[in-house]
């Protein structure tokens, strides 16, 4: 039986602005097990970073907030916890990484100190053990001439080689769940297929759960056991990623995986998925994905489909999967 | 044969680096060097690599925007290298090219007719029928009339794109240029602009030189490939022997990296050692020698040639 380590439940994030209210995230239901990696998976502004920040709770300096669901982690709430308590749990048990590695890593510091910090906070080293385990974490993430490099600073590295301080940053206190928000989008696929094997080879070692979040599918496939899919700041589909590639239930899904050209497969066109995803200011009635979908009924416009299970372990949002409530006007 | 529609011949294009501190010798990034092919009338021709391997400077060179170190570059056979600006004022009009940043290639201050019918004055269409023109080519790439008065800040990302592949349309080009011009797409609005240009393609009888970073895209839209790195072509073939059959062992390794959508394909993987060498430095021999998992003496000491080993198949490696 799986083991519980994450339960994101019906999370809503909200940014308020002069010009209203952007439901960045809402009712989004995520739940990542012990050694398991979950793909999140959208179109961009569908709120997959919003999501991964409100786990991390970094969202102090925006005007976003957390406004409904609970983020269970070990027993705690995450939504609820002080910045306090937070701290504790932030670079210890939950580590973060970014598309962008200059996020995380301080220009201004030499690589090594960076590391060094967060083990002396949380796994209270004294300096020459930090420096040790830093040196020994760069080694991990196959940074050659690692003694040298930790006394460099991260503007003097590679994209690849910075993508790779990350990670050893991220992974020097051995984090329960790693939260890796397109973490290689911006780097070659050469240099992609480096970092994925590295991400692959840590996790399965230190049974690490990885939370991924890409819009790429052929990231998702080769990575992840389960995958959750997000449209316009909604869960819309979650499931194995066997049924997910083979057994799609959701419109959206299905557009989306016949939407990209594949390796080696002939075929003249591709299906497309007509139209634009929605802006928050134009939220469309009822499902969101409605004014796209192919198979749009008329309930569809009028009410929002809940996330429901159609199957052992799969659930869906869309209302060719369930009875339609009676209409609240 | 038939006269190519390009031809391009040993282009090199080297800019030069600022000095550093201590001045010495002159040296260059050597951003396209040595660089051959054609193209068909009437076909897609891929070209794809990793950044910085000198896809756009090779783009940018066709377009005329940039000046070639050496090479030349033949427009149905004639030599447009050395022309005169003013010389190449019609042949200009020929070649268009399509951006990857939508956004960044159109005028923020222009309403969307007015970017479209630009070039229409610019080579001097007949001023009474431009409005019917831009309405004409608004609806060619899936826009409407509504769309002409707006300006590019109220689209989408793929919209403007749409404005983009209209502008570019708007003269009767016969080549166009598309420089990663799905990349900053979502994946559904990239399929419908890749079905676009297909369509229009067959309608208008474009030839395209398709730039992109991303095999998959390159692969479903091209006749044929050529595989760039560090500034020269490594491989060029016709898209199904160069997936079936890649002889190169950078494309083989650029094959296998490519995560594929399918969680039941396991597949072996070329893992490459280290970065991507600076083209302002690049190794010595066959510049691919240092990640090659196959590289024997010659290769660091001898710059392999570009061959053609079967009818079309082009590769430039010691191992063949
Ligand atoms: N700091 C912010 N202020 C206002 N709106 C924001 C902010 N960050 C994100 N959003 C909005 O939240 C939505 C989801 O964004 P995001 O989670 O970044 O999408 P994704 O990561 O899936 O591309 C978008 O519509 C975006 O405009
Ligand atoms: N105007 C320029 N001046 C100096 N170097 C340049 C210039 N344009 C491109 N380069 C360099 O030439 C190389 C090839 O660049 P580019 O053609 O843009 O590659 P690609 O499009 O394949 O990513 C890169 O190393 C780039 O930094
Ligand atoms: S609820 Fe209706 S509109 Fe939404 S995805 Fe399902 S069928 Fe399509
Ligand atoms: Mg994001
Ligand atoms: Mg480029």
Redesign the pocket.
């Known amino acids: 039986m799986a083991e519980k380590l994450l339960e994101i439940k019906n999370l809503q994030t909200h940014f308020k602005s002069d010009r209203g209210v952007v439901k960045a995230v809402d009712d989004v239901t995520i739940t990542v097990n012990k050694g398991e990696t979950v793909g999140v998976v959208g179109e961009s502004g569908c709120g997959k970073s919003v999501t991964s920040l409100s786990v991390m709770r970094l969202l102090k300096d925006t005007p976003g907030k957390i406004v409904g669901g609970t983020i269970e982690f070990e027993g705690k709430d995450l939504a609820h916890l002080s910045e306090k308590e937070m701290r504790l749990i932030r670079g210890n048990d939950i580590a973060m990484i970014f598309q962008e590695p200059m996020t995380s890593l301080n220009p201004v510091y030499k690589i090594g100190r960076q590391i060094e910090e967060a083990v002396m906070l949380h796994l209270k080293y004294d300096k020459k053990q930090a420096r040790e385990h830093a040196i020994k974490m760069l080694k991990l993430v196959g940074i050659p001439r690692a003694e040298e490099i930790v006394d460099e600073f991260p503007y003097q590295l590679s994209g690849g080689m910075r993508q790779r301080v990350m990670i050893a940053m991220a992974m020097a206190c051995n984090p329960k769940l790693l939260i890796a928000d397109e973490p290689t989008t911006a780097l070659d696929v050469t240099i992609q297929a480096q970092i994925l094997d590295l991400m692959r080879n840590l996790s399965k070692e230190r049974g690490t759960s990885i939370m991924m979040i890409t819009h790429d599918l052929g990231v998702v496939a080769e990575m992840c056991d389960r995958v959750v899919v997000m449209y316009a700041g909604k869960v819309?589909e979650e499931a194995d990623v066997f049924t997910i590639f083979e057994n799609p239930k959701?419109?959206?899904t299905e557009g989306l995986l016949n939407s990209v050209p594949k390796l080696g497969q002939k075929i003249k066109r591709l299906e497309s998925i007509p139209g634009n995803v929605p802006t928050p200011g134009n939220m469309p009635q009822?499902?969101?994905?409605?004014p796209r979908?192919?198979?749009?009924?008329d309930?569809?416009?009028k009410q929002d489909?809940e996330l429901k299970m159609i199957d052992k372990d799969h659930t869906c949002?869309?209302?060719?999967y369930q009875e339609s409530g009676v209409l609240e006007v | 044969m038939e006269t190519p529609l390009v031809e391009v011949k040993n282009l090199k294009k080297y800019f030069p680096k600022k000095k550093g501190l201590l001045g010495g010798n002159k040296s260059y990034v050597k951003a396209v060097d040595d660089v051959s092919f054609t193209i068909r009338k009437g076909e897609t021709l891929g070209l794809v690599g990793e950044s910085g391997c000198g896809k756009s400077t090779t783009g940018r060179m066709l377009m005329k925007l940039l000046d070639p170190t050496e090479g030349q570059i033949l427009f149905e056979g004639q030599d447009i290298t050395g022309l005169s600006d003013n010389q190449i004022r019609t042949i200009r009009k020929e070649f268009q090219m399509v951006f990857q940043d939508p956004y960044a290639s159109l005028n923020p201050r222009m309403k969307v007719g007015e970017i479209i019918e630009e070039p229409l004055i610019v080579h001097g269409y007949p001023k009474e029928k431009r409005q019917e023109r831009v309405l004409h080519l608004l609806e060619v790439v899936g826009l409407s009339a509504y769309h002409a008065d707006r300006y590019p800040h109220e689209f989408s990302g793929g919209q403007r794109q749409r404005v983009g592949i209209a502008r570019a349309l708007a003269v009767n080009p016969k080549l166009i240029i598309a420089d990663e011009p799905v990349s900053a797409l979502d994946v559904s609005i990239q399929s419908q602009i890749l079905n676009l240009l297909k369509d229009l393609q067959e309608e208008f009888e474009l030839t395209y030189l398709f730039i992109a970073h991303d095999l998959s895209v390159v692969e479903h839209i091209s006749d044929r490939v050529g595989v760039m790195y560090l500034g020269k072509i490594v491989e060029l073939t016709d898209k199904e022997t160069l997936y079936k059959e890649p002889l190169h062992p950078y494309t083989k390794a650029l094959l296998s990296a490519v995560p594929i959508p399918n969680p039941r394909l396991k597949r072996e993987r070329i893992l490459l050692k280290g970065d991507i060498p600076s083209p302002s430095n690049p190794p010595s021999g066959c510049t691919f020698h240092t990640r090659c998992p196959f590289a024997t003496e010659e290769c660091s000491k001898k710059v392999p040639k570009l061959k053609e080993i079967a009818k079309g198949h082009f590769v430039s490696c010691h191992l063949y």
Do not use: E, Q
Not at chain 1, 286 to 290: D, E, P, R
Not at chain 1, 293 to 297: I, L, R
Not at chain 1, 317 to 320: A, I, Q, V
């Open positions: 819309v959701h419109p959206y009822g499902c969101k994905f409605a979908c192919g198979k749009v009924m309930i569809c416009t489909p949002r869309c209302w060719l």
